[in-house]
Structures are given as C-alpha cells and as structure tokens.
C-alpha cells in the first residue's frame, strides 16, 4: 500500500478491523486467494 493510504488508515478506526480480518482470513488455516469464491471475496 502507499503512504497516502496508510496515512489515511491511521484516521479511520474501521481501517484496522479491516486489515486484522484480512490478515486472519487469509493466515495460516484461512483462505488462499486462488480458492476464495466471490461470495467470500464480496465482504
């Protein structure tokens, strides 16, 4: 990501939830992204 936008992210709370999910969804025993249908894409 770029500086703009993780400099935006520090202002928006909902940016860290976001990322975390991210982050778990796609971890180890998550989700890979050649497997996820667009149902689980479309959050």
């Excluded at 936008?5 to 909902?14: A, C, E, H, I, K």
Aim: without cysteine.
């Amino acid at each position: 990501t770029s500086q703009l936008s993780r400099f935006m992210d520090q202002n928006n709370p909902l940016a860290g939830v976001t990322n975390k999910r991210r982050l778990s969804a796609l971890g180890p025993g998550g989700l890979s992204r050649d497997r996820a249908s667009m149902e689980v894409r479309d959050v």
